[in-house]
């Protein structure tokens, strides 16, 4: 697939997706988050993959928002749909069954906060900054950003970032929580590369199951805990199951088949 906005390349099986408007601070454009999504969709689905690192190209920004110039002249019905479709991608990032990190190398703001929130790890480098100055433009946050602030650093923090539109930095980002790590810049990728290096040794299968158990936390009208219950069941009928056990006994490592099609019923 050829991409334009974005730059793509796979190492350890791991998928490096670079946004790649540095000259715009990697703004989120409409055809750069559709990129996004369609990158992250196909390193799903694709069994050579085990997991997805978002960056953005540039010494400065990850992300410095949504593209203000391309949505200047919206009226409200445009910019309802311009959320609906942000939405959309950022959910399915969130669900995605791979373990997605942000590698946030600069500034992550209005939309690029929300595009590292999506994800399911965060790691920053030391330069990072964090923020939601989307109130300054007389709109609101419109791609998860007043929501998924909240799970990660709590009610009270939430509402005063987005209403004073401070920015984090990567020390107080790590204080609150929002973010994993922080590194220096030098070690920002490698960071990210060795946890996902360590995850890809689990069971795909049960790594997929925590995701959704973990999600299902924050899907309103589902019960966690159920979620839990009928997830933890499935695993039993999985290869990988039969695999990590029989190794366990044997005393030797899993070898898991991230190829291998699983039983779910
Ligand atoms: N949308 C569109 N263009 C953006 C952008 C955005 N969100 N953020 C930065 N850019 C562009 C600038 O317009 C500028 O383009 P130009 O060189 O063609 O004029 C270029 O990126 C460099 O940005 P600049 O503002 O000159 O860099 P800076 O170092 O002085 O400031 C920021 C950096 C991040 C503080 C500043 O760019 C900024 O406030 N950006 C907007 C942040 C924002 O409000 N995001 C939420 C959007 S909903």
Redo the contacts with the bound molecule.
Sequence with gaps: MTYHNILISVHNEILTITINRP???N???KKTIEEIGNAVKNAEADSSIAGIIITGAGP??F?????????VNYNAKEGKELSAAGHKIFNSIETCEKPVIAAVNG?A????CELAMSCHIRVASDNA?F????V??G?I??YGGTQRLIHLIGKGKALEYLMTTDMINAQQALEFGLVNHVTTQDQLIPKCEEIIEKIKKKSPNAIAGVIRCVNANFTDGVDGFQAEIDEFGKCFNSGDFKEGTTAFLEKRSAVFNRGKKINQD
């Design positions: 000259d715009k601070l703004a989120l454009n400065k920004a992300v410095a928002g949504a593209d203000i110039s391309e949505f500034f703001l209005g939309g690029g900054k923020g939601q100055p989307e300054n433009l709109v946050p419109g």
